[in-house]
């Protein structure tokens, strides 16, 4: 027997599917909903459904936008291409106020155990910005683990023979670490610090 009434397990029934989000904390998040106003409950959904219809990928890097080309490809310069995992990634760096140049998203990382290959991430986008010419360098800074390293090196091996400098962030993140919950100093040194592949 289902302790909820289902209404209520429903909502944690769908909390719980978001990353992180064990059965507690989506016991709490749905405790929460319903002590909400019906004002605050409404204002909460408008903002899930607006999000999910007018969130999109840039047609130029994969990151978030509301547009077609989001504001970083819009307004900088192409010549440094910084390689990342996930828009949540560029982010991240955004914050360190360091980088000028352009981001790659890969949405995703090569992992032959959970069937991920070169051809189910963007590389073959990558490699169509770089052939466009005018690229200089291209900073790849895919997370310090095993399927990060594994997909930097793969695209440094495409990259480096069409004659563009290839540099991978500087090891002061730790190993097996995601960029995201990097400090601020240790993410800047890093990427100051960043090394040539």
């Keep these: 027997m289902d302790v909820y009434i289902e209404p209520i397990g429903r909502l944690i029934n769908e909390f719980s599917k978001l990353p992180g989000v064990g059965k507690k904390t989506a016991q709490r998040y749905a405790y929460k909903i319903i ?17 999910k219809k007018k969130v999109r990928y840039c047609r130029i890097c994969g990151n978030f936008t509301e547009n077609d080309v989001c504001d970083i490809c819009a ?7 910084c390689v990342v995992k996930e828009p949540k990634d560029v982010i991240a760096l955004e914050k360190l106020h360091e980088f000028k140049g352009v981001y790659h998203v890969l949405h995703g990382v090569i992992n032959p155990m959970e069937g991920v290959g070169p051809n189910d991430i963007r590389i073959r986008e990558l490699l169509a910005r770089i052939g466009e010419g005018g690229v200089e360098e291209v900073i790849l ?3 310090p683990d095993v399927e990060g390293d594994a997909t930097a090196l793969y695209i440094a091996k495409l990259v480096k023979p069409l004659g563009v400098q290839v540099t991978r962030l500087s090891r002061g993140i730790p190993v097996g670490s995601e960029i995201e919950y990097a400090d601020d100093v240790t993410l ?10």
């Design 141 to 143: 800074a895919t997370n």
């Design 35 to 51: 002590g909400m106003t019906d004002t605050e409950a409404q204002e909460f959904a408008a903002a899930v459904l607006n999000a």
């Design 188 to 197: 800047s040194r890093a990427f100051i610090e960043r090394k040539p592949l």
């Design 75 to 81: 307004r900088r310069d192409g010549k440094v291409i």
